[in-house]
Nanobody, 122 residues
């Protein structure tokens, strides 16, 4: 069974940067596409970005395009989310997710981490 564990969240000022990590264990990550989602209080879970299992294909939501970068290290079963130029509206719990589809919606993913809090102060 695949387990995903996020880390790297925290408090940062607007304009700052954070790098989130998502470590996968329990099964090979090869063949598994990985996505990042976020959920702010009182809002639905929002898609941020997805990376193909090889790392050769990426897709970003308009809300993060140009500011966030997704990458992966399959040798270490880890996916990263580099977040730059952070805004207060980026404040949310960030989740990584894995599955067989290059998906942009939460139901397309089979595995989820527990989430890590990102808070951006103005």
């Amino acid at each position: 069974q695949v387990q995903l564990v996020e880390s790297g969240g925290g408090l940062v000022q607007a304009g700052g940067s954070l790098r989130l990590s998502c470590a996968a264990s329990g099964a090979p990550s090869v063949g598994m596409h990985m996505g990042w989602f976020r959920q702010a209080p009182g809002k639905e879970r929002e898609f941020c970005t997805v990376i193909s299992w090889s790392g050769g294909r990426k897709y970003y939501a308009d809300s993060v395009k140009g500011r966030f970068t997704i990458s992966r290290d399959n040798a270490n079963n880890t996916v990263y989310l580099q977040m730059n130029s952070l805004k207060p509206e980026d404040t949310a719990v960030y989740y990584c997710a894995g599955g067989p589809l290059f998906g942009k919606t939460a139901p397309e993913y089979d595995y989820w981490g527990q989430g890590t809090q990102v808070t951006v102060s103005s």
